[in-house]
């Protein structure tokens, strides 16, 4: 997507071009990119290697609180 950005006008354009090519939608070509934006460190949030060691750490933490409340 990125290569291929340059030769629509708008990142937008280039999304909606490139999804009806693959056969996807839009908005889900356009969370992928967003993705990949922060995991290249182009836009502000978690990278997906963040976003999977919070959910990780979530499990962790429900699983702790419920063998917490078992020996209670």
């Known amino acids: 997507m990125f290569e291929h950005q340059g030769e629509h006008a708008s990142q937008w354009a280039a999304i909606g071009s490139i999804a009806s090519k693959i056969g996807g939608t ?3 070509l356009r969370k992928w990119v967003r993705q990949a934006e922060r995991d290249r460190g182009e836009r502000e949030g ?3 290697s963040e976003r999977e060691r919070l959910k990780a750490l979530e499990r962790e933490n429900r699983e702790r609180k419920r063998t917490h409340e078992m020996l209670r």
């Open 26 to 28: 839009a908005e889900t």
């Open 46 to 48: 978690l990278s997906s």
